[in-house]
T-cell receptor
Framework: ETGVTQSPTHLIKTRGQQVTLRCSSQSGHNTVSWYQQALGQGPQFIFQYYREEENGRGNFPPRFSGLQFPNYSSELNVNALELDDSALYLC????????????FGNGTRLTVT | EDQVTQSPEALRLQEGESSSLNCSYTVSGLRGLFWYRQDPGKGPEFLFTLYSAGEEKEKERLKATLTKKESFLHITAPKPEDSATYLCAVQSQGGSEKLVFGKGTKLTVNP
């Protein structure tokens, strides 16, 4: 069973640029979520996708957007990058919408200079 | 608003010295409480889900318990390879699928 994979592993961008992060869900999982983890903090919920539609959003501005594709892979897009966007971005997938544990990838470390 | 507080922030143990990590939570109807382990530079690794007060789950040297206001992760006779950050998260009823995480407890087990 293939786990959740994310790319790239590391990324350095300049303030004001745009970035796209990618995620392949674990086999058999149809729900994908994205989380932001700042250094020394727990992950914070950005949004979740189920059947290619956004199914819940945390307290993040509209410049954070996402997509889920028919094969359940996903993208996180961030426009107009700010220094505070520097963090570990985690993708997680689950088998069902409710109550199932999330299985995380190893994340993309984004540094904004 | 759902909240999770974990204590202590950091814990140092000698190999074989048992202890417990605490996760206090407030949530508007608990759907599930989740424990994860996170190693440096890695994503969180799922350990347990607890759904109702009184429930307990075990895995090797770890045992998780749940009350209406808190959860404990008991570590029995820990080994150096148990060193990691342990994260607690809650999911509430009422439509939102998100997990609300605590800041974690960084556990170091010395040989």
């Amino acid at each position: 069973e293939t786990g959740v994979t994310q790319s790239p592993t590391h990324l350095i961008k300049t303030r004001g640029q745009q970035v796209t992060l990618r995620c392949s869900s674990q086999s058999g999982h149809n729900t994908v979520s994205w989380y932001q983890q700042a250094l020394g903090q727990g992950p914070q919920f950005i949004f979740q996708y189920y059947r290619e539609e956004e199914n819940g959003r945390g307290n993040f501005p509209p410049r954070f957007s996402g997509l889920q594709f028919p094969n359940y892979s996903s993208e996180l897009n961030v426009n107009a990058l700010e220094l505070d966007d520097s963090a570990l971005y985690l993708c997680a997938s689950s088998r069902e919408r409710e109550g199932s544990p999330l299985h995380f990838g190893n994340g993309t470390r984004l540094t904004v200079t | 608003e759902d909240q999770v507080t974990q204590s202590p922030e950091a814990l140092r143990l000698q190999e074989g010295e048992s202890s417990s990590l605490n996760c206090s939570y407030t949530v508007s109807g608990l759907r599930g409480l989740f424990w994860y382990r996170q190693d440096p530079g890695k994503g969180p690794e799922f350990l347990f889900t607890l759904y109702s007060a009184g429930e307990e789950k075990e895995k090797e040297r770890l045992k998780a318990t749940l009350t209406k206001k808190e959860s404990f992760l008991h570590i029995t006779a820990p080994k150096p390879e148990d060193s990691a950050t342990y994260l607690c998260a809650v999911q509430s009823q009422g439509g939102s699928e998100k997990l609300v995480f605590g800041k974690g407890t960084k556990l170091t087990v010395n040989p």
